[in-house]
């Protein structure tokens, strides 16, 4: 009984989610004024962080609003405020080629959907997500830095070498 | 808060109902009584008068009468501003404040939420409120506001950094990133061999407290790091142009932040919640009795107010830093610091 709550309630969860996720996604590209679509980005990404919660994916969910809602949109506001970001409409944010964008995006839902229901149109949720538990971190942990060792070293070396990049560029002397 | 110590089976709307009382209660509570005992009082009395005396016996109605004419003033908004962000942009730092308190323990049953990854829980959503004091700066329409929400922004960013590998140190000899067993870890654990005292972790990451305390300073943007409110420069930074009840909400969202950083600070190197296990012969989590519900939040409430004078004690004695002495010392002596607190950490972890 209380699974096939809680089933529903999740289902309705995600619903609202999901709507609130694509009107962000769309005021983000229709909105005529920088910040505002940064903003509307931050309501598409929170609403993913939201998307991970209900699939009890705690980890993630955390690290996407630690990346992306603290990190990643502060550095784009902090980064437009202090160019370029003026109060009210701006009429010439949107440059000639937009509609290249759409089938662009079309494309990339194909791809993106065929990937997901080739990959997973077998798997089933479980039956009963009441007994959904959080995964440990520590299994987490496992998984990624036992296996994939070797390729986490190599991408922390990628970014070590774009923030040296950075410094090099920066400095002016 | 304490849902679970009334009876266990509470429906589960009012468990909900309970916890956010409770949350309300965790929030505001700390932020008057940090407003009362420091601001008002001990700066007082650190500058040799007696602060406000005419409000209730001793001023103690101050706080009542502060709210009441914050309240009745006037809600402004500037006539450039963007009206719409200009209005939620305090919200978004206060519900900040509230996310935050949701990972604390007080007691044995009395927390809010068991997060597992509570430790990181905690660093991603203080990050938050820097997304609301940057629309606050902006959407005020004011060079003023905007350099302030600017330096706000760099500042927070920078010491973010110090604050996490702090807390790794922590992480790594806890052996969890769940407050609660962190608590546990350091109540339940013995030093050589002698459990009189527990092993507040403060003994034996004492650098990676230093480094958290700084931090916590740095976000709170206190003195010395009030950089982005400096009043002598840009007037009162992003709260320029805030009046009345938004701005309200700044203030307490400031001083709540301060008391639930304590509280967190509190369960990472101070033991939380806990007394030393070893005192009443509980070795597991489920032996602990059940009227630690009621003595831990005092216990915290103790603690945090011991953690939140200290911060204020250093907010009312040092000048304001430099704005590149501030970004050179979180880059160039925290985060070295606390690399290498890691690695010891690290050292002596695998070592014993």
Do not use: C
Request: hydrophobic fraction near 60%; charged fraction near 10%; charge should be negative.
């Amino acid at each position: 009984m209380l699974g096939a709550d809680l089933l529903v309630a999740q289902n309705i969860g995600f619903s609202i989610i999901a709507v609130m996720m694509i009107v962000g996604a769309l005021r983000v590209v229709t909105v005529n004024n920088v910040v505002h679509a940064a903003l509307w980005l931050v309501v598409v990404l929170s609403g993913a962080a939201a998307q991970y919660l209900l699939l009890s994916a705690e980890f993630v969910a955390i690290t996407q609003v630690l990346v992306y809602v603290g990190a990643v949109m502060v550095l784009f506001l902090f980064g437009t405020m202090l160019t370029r970001a003026r109060i009210g409409a701006e009429n010439d944010l949107n440059n000639k080629n937009w509609k290249i964008a759409i089938p662009v995006s079309l494309l990339m839902l194909g791809v993106m959907s065929w990937v997901v229901i080739d990959g997973f149109a077998d798997e089933r949720l479980i039956e009963n997500p009441g007994e959904m538990t959080q995964v440990p971190v520590l299994q987490i942990s496992d998984d990624i830095f036992g296996p994939y060792l070797l390729p986490f070293w190599a991408l922390s070396f990628v970014l070590l070498i774009a923030v040296i990049g950075a410094i090099v560029l920066a400095r002016k002397d | 808060m304490s849902a679970s110590l009334l009876a266990a089976d509470l429906p589960y709307w009012a468990q909900a109902l309970l916890r956010v009382l409770g949350g309300v209660v965790a929030v505001l509570l700390p932020a008057g009584t940090i407003v009362y005992v420091f601001l008002f009082k001990m700066m007082s009395f650190m500058q040799s008068r007696l602060g406000p005396m005419e409000a209730g016996p001793y001023g103690s109605l101050q706080l009542f009468a502060e709210v009441g004419k914050w309240l009745q003033k006037e809600d402004i908004t500037p006539e450039r501003a963007d009206r719409f962000i200009f209005k939620i942009a305090p919200l978004v730092v206060l519900a900040s404040t509230f996310l935050l308190v949701a990972v604390v323990p007080f007691g044995p049953d009395a927390w809010f939420t068991d997060f597992e990854a509570g430790v990181f829980y905690m660093l991603a959503v203080s990050s938050v409120s820097v997304l609301g004091i940057l629309i606050a700066g902006w959407a005020s329409a004011n060079k003023y506001s905007l350099l302030g929400g600017l330096r706000a922004a760099g500042q927070l960013i920078a010491y973010e950094l110090p604050m996490v590998l702090a807390v790794i140190g922590v992480i790594i000899q806890a052996g969890t990133m769940n407050l609660q067993n962190i608590v546990f870890a350091q109540n339940a654990g013995s030093m050589f061999g002698w459990d009189g005292l527990g092993n507040p972790f403060i003994l034996t990451q004492f650098v990676g407290f230093i480094i958290f305390m700084i931090a916590v300073q740095a976000e709170l943007t206190q003195t010395p790091f009030d950089m982005p409110i400096a009043e002598s420069e840009l007037v009162s930074g992003y709260m320029t142009e805030y009046s009345g009840f938004r701005f309200l909400t700044f203030f307490i969202a400031e001083f709540a932040t301060a008391g639930v950083f304590s509280l967190i600070a509190s369960v990472l190197f101070l033991g939380g919640w806990g007394i030393p296990f070893a005192w009443f012969g509980w070795d597991t989590m489920d032996d602990v009795d059940g009227w630690m519900n009621v003595v831990g939040p005092l216990i915290m409430v103790t603690k945090m107010m011991l953690l939140s004078f200290v911060i204020m004690w250093v907010r009312f004695s040092y000048p304001r830093f430099r704005e590149d002495q501030l970004q050179r010392f979180a880059w160039k002596v925290l985060v070295p610091v606390s690399l290498v607190n890691i690695m010891i950490t690290a050292i002596l972890k695998v070592a014993f």
